[in-house]
């Protein structure tokens, strides 16, 4: 997903890094999921608090975090400049590159790390079929794409909301991928 999402080949199925990665990513989407459950918890300052101990008393989560730095410093490097990937443009926009930007930098490193590490999930589900789909009915393609490009400008207008909801086919299009996968 870090290629697809960013064009950042991570290797994580073979690499030694997969050793503090994967434990880390477990507990850290149980306690984004938490968070997101709970937001007075975040707002009482609990997360921030939860982050610093277990960086204080994890190796593998210090580990963690110092790849995940890197990782983002290459994710903003790789898609600053332009799009390597389907989530180029939330960087470019949390970065302040897009006339209409629709995300500022916490929501974008919110935003990309949520779709790039918990794509086995739903979201990545979803988006497999999403293309899976698309390439089997060429006809859907077709007219989605017609749609789009008629409502909307190349790239920076393309961003989450009321316009980008209204848009009845997409909308059918999304609502069957997901009755299917």
């Known amino acids: 997903m870090a290629d697809f999402g960013f064009g950042i080949r991570t290797d994580l199925l073979c690499s030694p890094a997969r050793e503090f990665v994967f434990p880390a990513l477990h507990i850290h ?88 590490f918990s794509a086995a999930d739903a979201y990545g589900i979803m988006i497999s079929g999403f293309f899976h789909y698309l390439s089997r009915y060429p006809n859907v393609y077709e007219r989605l794409a017609s749609d789009i490009r008629r409502d909307f400008k190349p790239e920076e207008e393309i961003v989450w909301g009321l316009k980008l909801e209204s848009c009845i086919y997409l909308c059918a299009v999304i609502d069957e991928v997901m009755c299917h996968t």
């Open 29 to 116: 989407e149980k306690k984004m999921g938490l968070w997101e459950q709970l937001p007075t918890m975040n707002d009482i300052g609990i997360g921030s608090l939860v982050g610093y101990l277990f960086l204080l008393f994890s190796p593998r989560a210090k580990a963690f975090a110092q790849w995940y730095q890197g990782f983002l410093e290459q994710a903003i490097a790789n898609n600053t400049p332009k799009s390597s990937g389907i989530f180029g443009p939330v960087i470019q926009s949390g970065m302040g590159l897009l006339e209409n930007p629709g995300h500022n930098y916490a929501q974008m490193i919110g935003e990309g790390s949520s779709s790039t």
